[in-house]
């Protein structure tokens, strides 16, 4: 996950926005994805990581992340800002072809990030059957608008969507944001060496 400092699908349809100055940006690749069961934005801020209060904080809906609006609308995506972001700037995907995060995107949950005026600056992927599992990745804020709680803010929208609610179990990995997972209820793997996995041989991430 990528969320402090820089240490770390389906059709098209262009969509402009323009940059903080004011001046124009090239046109943008939106997705074209419906999501009939979208069930809007939210918002979060939370301060004790460790206590059911702090929980209950960080699934709150508030001035967290100001002016930063978050959905799981896949029509909003921005599909060329999400290819560069994790394929260039995030560790774990850096060299993701075009074809891959489109994959990607079209079989998952996706909860983004925007700006008062529509620019995309954050994502997190959900894999999941709605049912029993969900796996949370791909989580990547950009480097321009860091430190002002989008990262929480996604997952405070992730945690309190209705197709994500009990199962029994929702995971992920992370290299430095421990701590931010934690407010959301997340620990480390109680038995992990239960745990297996299958890994391409040219795979080193």
């Known amino acids: 996950m990528s ?8 059709g098209d349809a262009p969509r402009g926005h323009r940059r903080e100055d004011g001046s124009s940006t090239a046109r943008r690749t939106r997705s074209r994805l419906a999501d009939p069961s979208t069930p809007g934005s939210a918002q979060s801020r939370t301060d004790d990581p460790g206590s059911e209060a702090g929980r209950r904080d960080a699934l709150r809906a508030g001035a967290g992340a100001t002016g930063i609006r978050v959905s799981s609308d896949p029509g909003e995506l921005d599909l060329d800002w999400i290819h560069a972001a994790l394929s260039e700037r995030a560790y774990w995907a850096l060299g993701r072809s075009r074809d891959q995060v489109e994959r990607s995107i079209r079989n998952s949950l996706c909860f983004a990030a925007y700006t008062s005026d529509g620019r995309q600056v954050g994502i997190a992927r959900v894999i999941t059957d709605e049912a029993t599992f969900a796996w949370i990745c791909d989580v990547f804020v950009d ?34 944001a421990e701590t931010l997972y934690a407010r959301f209820g ?20």
């Open 143 to 176: 480097e321009s608008a860091r430190g002002q709680g989008i990262g929480q803010a996604l997952l405070a929208a992730i945690v309190a969507d209705p197709r994500l609610q009990d199962l029994r179990r929702m995971v992920l990995a992370t290299r430095d």
């Open 186 to 205: 997340f620990e480390p793997l109680r038995s992990s060496s239960r745990w297996m996995e299958r890994r391409q041989p040219h795979d080193r991430g």
């Open 3 to 10: 969320v402090g400092r820089p240490s770390d699908a389906g």
